[in-house]
């Protein structure tokens, strides 16, 4: 399991995520920030400074946004 950034992230791209993570697993892509599912531990400290409320825990996506957990494992699967 992993936490997911959503669509509200595009228009922000605040990055106070970025600075809390304590594993360092937050990058930036082209259109907004990605979690790599594969690193991140749940400890849920990204969620609580989005600014945007854009930042789920994967089974709390809701089924349209469960698109963004698939984008988050492309971008780091082809880096
Ligand atoms: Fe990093 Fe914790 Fe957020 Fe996972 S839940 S991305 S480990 S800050």
Same mark, same amino acid.
Not at 5 to 17: G, K
Not at 18 to 38: A, L, R, S
């Given at each position: 399991m992993a936490?997911? &950034?959503?669509? %509200?992230?595009?228009?922000?791209? *605040? *990055?106070?995520?970025?600075?809390?993570? %304590?594993? /360092? !697993? &937050?990058?930036?892509? /082209? /259109?907004?920030?990605?979690? /790599? %599912?594969? &690193? !991140? &531990?749940d400890c849920g400290a990204c969620q609580a400074v989005c600014p945007v409320e854009a930042i789920f825990y994967e089974e709390d996506l809701r089924p349209d946004e469960e698109v963004f957990l698939e984008k988050a494992k492309e971008f780091f699967r082809s880096r």
């Open positions: 936490f997911v &950034i959503t669509a %509200p992230c595009r228009n922000e791209l *605040a *990055a106070e995520c970025v600075e809390v993570c %304590p594993v /360092d !697993c &937050i990058e930036k892509g /082209d /259109d907004q920030y990605y979690i /790599d %599912p594969d &690193i !991140c &531990i």
